[in-house]
């Protein structure tokens, strides 16, 4: 076995697990995960097979294909195969499952491996707070044809027993208020769910059943049409639809016990469902490449970091990466991820870059570490998004002049520029502001101050004084959800008085959609209609970053 493919293996292996480590007071008391092959990624072709959640917390699914299907149905003495005319319609029905049993920890923040400094900077500061976390290593180290995958980091979480997750709710809440701070969940399986399924045929007819397992592959290239996909989950466009798939199919348990419908699919393939749904499928080509290279990327860099009590890496909605299969592909975004095949973003020393974006950065990309904390990645530095030869106007340290100014930024040239995104405005009167913060505790707002901001003028810390106490939120993500999901943290803000003097309305006039590190889509498009190849471009936003063929 040549070394490419013993570095193929280990990569496959390595991004199946989640490593799970403490690195200071007693040890994490946390299990390994649950080893279920839908965690495991294989190799196929050259090129990691991603499992990719489509639907879960169904009773019944119903697939089929213009192809043959081949199904395997596991959890018997041996695995029995199904295989039927092209044009068969299969239904698949749990008739009996159990849950999980998931319990939780609560995660105030992460840092970045190789940043041991602020480790222990950020566990000093909360434990003089009052607060004691406890480090946990999530992600891996993996090589791959003579590069490296390096996506681990810190997950710090409060030094308690893990608890089912319903229970840690008031607590959250409570850091939310003393704190400003808005916490998330690190979830661990402590028993596997289990589901048993009966196939059927579109007649009702019984074929077989299956526990736990049971695989669809088409016999030739035909791709797998799977009935009624639910998307949009938890926003206003939330609905279900008929979609067509690439690669194959995997039918387990959820953590609740329904039924999950995976679709096992190549990374290329997986991005050619994904990209057009990230960028508009009739922008410049050049800026369709810079989006392929930096989607292939995030998808390297999320693996085994998320969805970790789920039988899936990653899902397709906005949480890890918009994915509607064969049905959301375009010829244009196709073309793009075919000729940057395995191509990524590395730094000097080699490493995988973490190639994040945003939709519009607003005239002015930013640190990586104002967003999210941490040590500073020299990838991701905030820069201005101005086209060569044309006028930079104000620097966002004059944030009034820079959100005024007519500068030549690539984000407002672009031909398909939308100006409510690069510039915009939000109006609150002063009791549903009130309400927006009611969770803070600070009573009727009379003050709103940013105490600090990043290089773009995105806001990093806000204070905020009321009738009951001032708080101080924390965070570019926590800062936009507490009203209402602003567009970005790069505001300034005026508030309005009646005419006695209270607070009437308060405005935040803003610029950019998203939190601006990295690649700034709609930038790198106006940068492609100006002349600059993908390479050009993916230089720009990611500084000292060089393109570089994985596979």
Not at 244 to 255: F, M
Not at 461 to 481: F, H, N, P
Request: aromatic fraction near 6%; hydrophobic fraction near 40%.
């Amino acid at each position: 076995m040549n070394v490419s493919s013993v570095c193929m293996r280990l990569f496959a292996l390595a991004l199946g697990v989640v490593s799970v480590t403490a690195l200071a007071g007693p040890p994490v008391d946390l299990p390994p995960p649950v080893d279920r092959s839908a965690k495991q990624l294989e190799f196929k072709g050259g090129q990691p097979v991603v499992p990719v959640r489509l639907m879960e917390g169904n009773a019944e699914v119903a697939f089929g294909s213009k192809g043959r299907l081949r199904l395997t149905l596991h959890g018997g003495e041996a695995p029995k195969l199904l295989q039927a005319p092209a044009g068969t319609t299969f239904r698949v029905r749990a008739s009996a499952g159990k849950a999980a049993a998931v319990v939780a920890r609560i995660q105030l923040m992460e840092v970045p491996f190789k940043d041991k400094d602020g480790l222990a900077a950020a566990l000093a500061d909360w434990a003089g707070k009052g607060v004691s976390l406890k480090p946990v290593t999530l992600g891996g180290v993996f090589g791959i044809a003579g590069k490296v995958v390096d996506n681990r980091r810190y997950a710090l979480v409060v030094d308690q027993p893990a608890q089912p997750p319903e229970k840690l709710a008031a607590q959250q809440a409570q850091l939310l208020t003393q704190h400003g701070v808005r916490s998330t969940l690190l979830e661990e399986v402590r028993s596997p769910p289990s589901v048993t399924m009966e196939v059927l045929d579109e007649a009702g007819k019984p074929l077989g059943s299956a526990v736990d397992r049971l695989s669809v592959e088409p016999a030739d290239t035909s791709p797998i049409d799977v009935r009624r996909v639910e998307f949009g989950v938890g926003y206003d466009f939330h609905n279900f639809e008929d979609r067509s798939y690439r690669g194959a199919l995997l039918l387990t348990a959820d953590a609740k016990g329904k039924l999950a419908v995976l679709n096992q699919v190549p990374l290329e393939a997986l991005l050619k469902g994904l990209v057009p749904s990230e960028i508009f499928a009739k922008a410049h080509p050049e800026a369709l490449k810079a989006q392929a290279v930096t989607a292939r990327g995030e998808v390297l860099a999320k693996v085994g970091l998320k969805h970790l009590a789920d039988p899936y890496l990653l899902c397709t909605e906005q949480h890890c990466a918009v994915y509607k299969g064969l049905s959301g592909e375009a010829a244009s975004t196709n073309a793009a991820v075919d000729a940057t095949v395995g191509e990524a973003l590395f730094d000097d020393d080699g490493k995988l870059v973490d190639s994040v974006y945003s939709a519009v950065c607003g005239g002015h990309t930013e640190h990586n570490e104002i967003v999210w904390g941490g040590v500073p990645n020299p990838a991701l530095r905030g820069k201005p998004d101005l086209l060569p030869g044309h006028r930079s106007g104000p620097q966002p340290t004059d944030l009034h002049g820079f959100l005024t100014a007519d500068a030549g930024h690539a984000c407002k040239l672009s031909s398909l520029t939308q100006q409510s995104k690069y510039h915009w405005e939000k109006r609150f009167s002063s009791e549903e502001l009130d309400k927006k913060v009611a969770s803070l505790g600070v009573g009727k707002v009379f003050a709103m101050q940013a105490t600090e901001r990043g290089v773009s003028g995105r806001v990093r810390l806000l204070t905020i004084s009321g009738s009951e106490q001032a708080t101080t939120v924390r965070g570019e993500l926590t800062i936009r959800r507490l009203f209402g999901n602003l567009n970005s943290a790069l505001f300034e803000l005026r508030l309005e008085k009646d005419a006695k003097g209270r607070p009437a309305t308060w405005i935040f006039t803003g610029a950019g959609w998203g939190h601006g590190v990295g690649l700034c889509q709609t930038g790198a498009i106006g940068r492609a209609e100006a002349g600059q190849s993908y390479r050009e471009i993916l230089g720009h936003y990611f500084t000292g970053a060089s393109v570089a063929r994985l596979y």
